[in-house]
T-cell receptor
Framework: GAVVSQHPSRVICKSGTSVKIECRSL??????MFWYRQFPKQSLMLMAT?????????EQGVEKDKFLINHASLTLSTLTVTSAHPEDSSFYIC??????????????FGPGTRLTVL | GNSVTQMEGPVTLSEEAFLTINCTYT??????LFWYVQYPGEGLQLLLK?????DKGSNKGFEATYRKETTSFHLEKGSVQVSDSAVYFC????????????FGSGTKLNVKP
């Protein structure tokens, strides 16, 4: 159980375009999902916490208008990188937490999305 | 504040060698501690966890003990395999904020046959 998927796994886009990344919890309802960014050979950086039915909470230094997050249902959160530029190229990983039970204490990670902006 | 420090890699071992990856942490209160593994091109998978002092997490031959006196959570495996080659992340979840995980910088393990 506790499977999280992401789509797409890889995306290449032109500078100035917008890209949407989906994160789905497949076998549980996730009231809270998280978006991370991982730079090459570096650790994960939490970008924002996505709460179902409310606005996302962004970490300091993360541009809200640049990285739009929508958590419209208990199983889906989306991250839209608006007007992408080459410096936005990165590995984006989402995670989800079960609302109760044993899974509440940990986060289940998706497989990640590799974004390349040309 | 909360933070995690991991030994730098890469770590290169021969198959069946003993593995230790050091992890120390700084935290207020009593955090939960985790080890995650990331295989090439994939997301993170939970390897093991410990939620209170002296707990030992174990999975797939890997072990780590939550040592509050030394603020450490070192990862060990008695005999590594080529398939263990991956990046290992130590992580902390704060005692007072269930949402926020703090990750170490990751340690790349290369196991040679």
């Amino acid at each position: 159980g506790a499977v999280v998927s992401q789509h797409p796994s890889r995306v290449i886009c032109k500078s100035g375009t917008s890209v949407k990344i989906e994160c789905r919890s497949l076998d549980f309802q996730a009231t809270t999902m998280f978006w991370y960014r991982q730079f090459p050979k570096q650790s994960l950086m939490l970008m924002a916490t996505s709460n179902e039915g409310s606005k996302a909470t962004y970490e300091q230094g993360v541009e809200k208008d640049k990285f739009l997050i929508n958590h419209a249902s208990l199983t889906l959160s989306t991250l839209t990188v608006t007007s992408a530029h080459p410096e936005d190229s990165s590995f984006y990983i989402c995670s989800a937490r079960e609302p109760r039970g044993a899974g509440y204490n940990e986060q289940f990670f998706g497989p990640g999305t590799r974004l390349t902006v040309l | 504040g909360n933070s995690v420090t991991q030994m730098e890699g890469p770590v290169t071992l021969s198959e069946e060698a003993f593995l230790t990856i050091n992890c120390t942490y700084t935290a207020t209160g009593y955090p939960s501690l985790f080890w995650y593994v990331q295989y090439p091109g994939e997301g993170l998978q939970l390897l093991l966890k410990a939620t209170k002092a002296d707990d030992k997490g174990s999975n797939k031959g890997f072990e780590a003990t939550y040592r509050k006196e030394t603020t450490s959570f070192h990862l060990e495996k008695g005999s590594v395999q080529v398939s263990d080659s991956a990046v290992y992340f130590c992580a902390l979840r704060g005692a007072y904020n269930f949402n926020k995980f703090y990750f170490g910088s990751g340690t790349k393990l290369n196991v040679k046959p």
